[in-house]
């Protein structure tokens, strides 16, 4: 008797562990591991959502966004890491045409005012454009005072030219994995 009612409670329990397992929904998944960092599919949707990081990575009509936005992101998230903590530059109109010129070249968009055009024709506040541009405007800033005694950085395709290096640099040493 005691087997059989242990079979049943067993073969109960299998299939309502089954039933669990069949309805099982995936919530998140990782996308990427940057260095130490997990890139969640879901922290990329919710970037491409905003309609600045569309048109700044230049993937409006793209067929597969999440994908064709990981430079343009992972470029944010590593500038982010290095200099979320400075603070806002001083000369603001300086340093955001400066980070409006870099974006236009690094994502094909033509010159800084195209971008500036593109942006504003969608309907995208001066405030979320200062936004999404304020890790670029503090790397700028950054870059003219850790040159300042070294390089011409009243000149602004020096200091995009030193952008570039250290960019180049950022992307050098982390460490980037796809997860298929």
């Known amino acids: ?43 990329i949707r919710e970037q491409i959502a905003k309609p600045e990081t569309l048109i700044i990575a230049n993937i409006q009509t ?14 944010r ?24 010129t870099y974006l236009a070249l690094a994502y094909k968009h033509g010159t800084a005012e195209e971008l500036l055009n593109k942006l504003q024709q969608a309907g995208i506040s001066e405030a979320s454009i200062e936004n999404e541009l304020m890790l670029y405007m ?15 950085i009243d000149t602004p395709q020096v200091v995009l030219e030193l952008f570039q290096d250290w960019i180049k640099t950022l992307n050098a040493n982390a460490k980037f994995q796809m997860i298929p």
């Open 1 to 43: 008797m005691k087997k059989i009612v242990i079979g049943v409670i067993v073969g109960t329990f299998s299939l309502l562990c089954l039933a669990c397992v069949s309805q099982a929904e995936v919530i998140d998944k990782i996308v990427a591991i940057l260095d130490q960092d997990l890139i969640l599919l879901s922290e």
């Open 62 to 75: 793209s067929s597969q966004p999440e994908q064709d936005a990981l430079p343009y992101l992972l470029e």
């Open 77 to 100: 998230w590593l500038l982010e890491r290095e200099i979320q903590y400075l603070a806002s530059p001083k000369e603001m109109e300086r340093m955001k045409e400066l980070a409006l």
């Open 138 to 152: 503090k790397g700028m800033d950054y870059i003219r005072r850790k040159h300042r005694f070294s390089a011409d």
